[in-house]
């Protein structure tokens, strides 16, 4: 064993023990669970966020026509209507991406081994 490197491998070690320790830990995961890799996790964690930011425009949209239909004076029907237009365009978005997906995944099943 050539021990020239180890001050090297050592500096290595620690830089990458401080990198894991940056990575935030996910939400229900053990310190003693499998390392995830990062990539996987971040594109979770963006589809699921994204997912959540359609549903609070679908969810503000109905509140906002709820408002309007009930006769609240705040409501102005422009406003309502951006509203469901932003959520409907949001969700035709996640439904393209949620198609492409499908569409991904069909093509890697279909793959010969």
């Known amino acids: 064993m050539n021990v020239d490197r180890m001050p090297h491998l050592v500096l290595q070690m620690r ?9 935030p830990q996910l939400p ?5 669970a499998a390392p995830t890799p990062t990539g996987a996790a971040d594109f979770g964690n963006a589809l699921k966020a994204a997912l959540g930011e359609v549903n609070n425009q ?8 709820a408002g309007f239909a009930g006769g609240n004076s705040s409501v102005s029907l422009s406003d309502v209507m951006l509203a ?7 969700f035709q978005a996640a439904l393209q991406v949620r198609n492409k997906l ?12």
Do not use: E, F, H, R
């Open 58 to 65: 679908i969810v503000q949209a109905d509140k906002l026509q």
């Open 15 to 23: 830089a990458l023990a401080a990198q894991a320790a940056a990575v």
């Open 102 to 113: 499908v569409s991904a995944y069909q093509d890697i099943m279909n793959i010969p081994a």
């Open 84 to 90: 469901t237009q932003k959520a409907s365009l949001s």
């Open 28 to 32: 229900g995961a053990s310190a003693g």
